[in-house]
């Protein structure tokens, strides 16, 4: 794996002491084990804009057709600091190059999903977004993010890991000198993957990189980014992996032992089943590849598309 990952984080999921009310929320998935992997980028968007520690309570408050940041008790408005600051951080993490980011949840600056939103003292909808993170969805479109509370779910997680270490490769990709056939050997690399997720956008941006021989460089890059990241935006459930195992079975067993062959069959049903996780299918199936020199398959993203250390069924 890459050692130039960095994904952004809400500093109290690492934790920071910089929660409104001084408790600590130090999420050890986050912090213990994610870290082995990734560089992380903390914010705190309401202590950068200077608020203490601990500090007001604040909520969301809709008035004049937009969204406020506002002290409950006080009713101080911060809305200008953060969208200014939102701005700010923009810029420095797209020049850092991070692959993802997680946010904490029920934050009025920083959840993503679900919170309540105000309007003369009454909640009119718990739709909205924080005031931070909705700068950075937005000016980042296509930038894999999160909230702790949503990591708990192992298919949410994995999905997530799936779609950090992918925007990775992109950026290593594209953050260097490329051309048209690097970006079809990348395809090539990343095509079990995308069958999972999405096989419509696999076809699509494999014909899609031969007819981009007259684009500009940043037309076929943008558009590679925006269909491969809205298609591992899918999560791909046991089926779709079963499908692509099996896809994969079909064209090694008649290249590897009987014996092994037969062992392929095992792990795939046993995952099929739900007896064990998908780790197991996919380790084995890359240990024949690398043994029986099918090096155009063993380098699939699909078989390692993360660290497989962090797979639910390696973690429990």
């Given at each position: 794996?890459?050692?130039s990952?960095?994904?952004g984080?809400?500093?109290c ?12 929320v130090r ?25 203490p520690?601990?500090?007001n ?8 057709k937009r ?5 409950i008790?006080?009713g ?8 200014a600051?939102?701005e ?8 850092e ?30 739709t909205?977004?924080g005031?931070f993170?909705k700068?950075?969805t ?18 949410l997680?994995?999905?997530?890991m799936e779609?950090v ?5 992109l ?5 260097n000198?490329?051309?048209?056939n ?8 990343e ?8 096989p419509?956008?696999?076809n699509?941006?494999g014909?899609?990189?031969?007819e981009?021989?007259d ?19 899918k999560?791909?459930?046991?089926k ?10 079909s ?5 590897v ?5 037969e062992?392929i069959?095992?792990v795939?049903s ?12 996919l ?17 699939q ?16």
């Amino acid at each position: 794996m890459s050692d130039s990952l960095k994904i952004g984080v809400s500093s109290c999921l690492i934790g920071e002491n910089v929660r409104y009310d001084g408790e600590s929320v130090r999420n050890p998935l986050i912090a213990d084990e994610l870290s082995i992997y990734a560089k992380f980028v903390p914010i705190c968007p309401e202590t950068e804009i200077g608020l203490p520690t601990p500090r007001n309570p604040a909520h969301l408050v809709h008035e004049g057709k937009r969204l406020h940041f506002r002290e409950i008790e006080t009713g101080r408005d911060h809305t200008a600091s953060l969208l200014a600051l939102a701005e700010k951080r923009v810029a420095e993490l797209a020049k850092e190059k991070v692959s993802g980011f997680i946010f904490k949840s029920k934050s009025p600056s920083c959840g993503l999903y679900w919170l309540e939103v105000r309007e003369d003292d009454k909640v009119i909808g718990v739709t909205g977004r924080g005031l931070f993170a909705k700068v950075i969805t937005e000016r980042l479109r296509g930038l894999p993010v999160e909230e702790d509370r949503r990591l708990k779910d192992p298919r949410l997680f994995e999905n997530f890991m799936e779609r950090v270490f992918a925007y990775n490769r992109l950026n290593e990709l594209f953050g260097n000198t490329w051309d048209l056939n690097d970006l079809a050997e990348f395809h090539g690399r990343e095509s079990l993957l995308l069958m999972a997720h999405d096989p419509e956008a696999n076809n699509y941006l494999g014909m899609m990189i031969g007819e981009a021989s007259d684009w500009p460089m940043n037309k076929a890059s943008g558009e590679y980014r925006r269909v491969f990241m809205a298609a591992l935006s899918k999560p791909a459930d046991r089926k779709a992996h079963k499908d692509v195992l099996e896809h994969v079975a079909s064209f090694v067993e008649g290249r590897v032992e009987k014996a092994e062959a037969e062992v392929i069959r095992t792990v795939i049903s046993g995952y099929e089943k739900g007896e064990i996780g998908r780790s197991v299918p996919l380790g084995t199936l890359k240990d024949l590849l690398k043994r029986h020199d099918m090096s155009f398959l063993a380098e699939q993203s699909y078989f390692i598309p993360y660290p497989l250390a962090l797979m639910a069924d390696q973690r429990l």
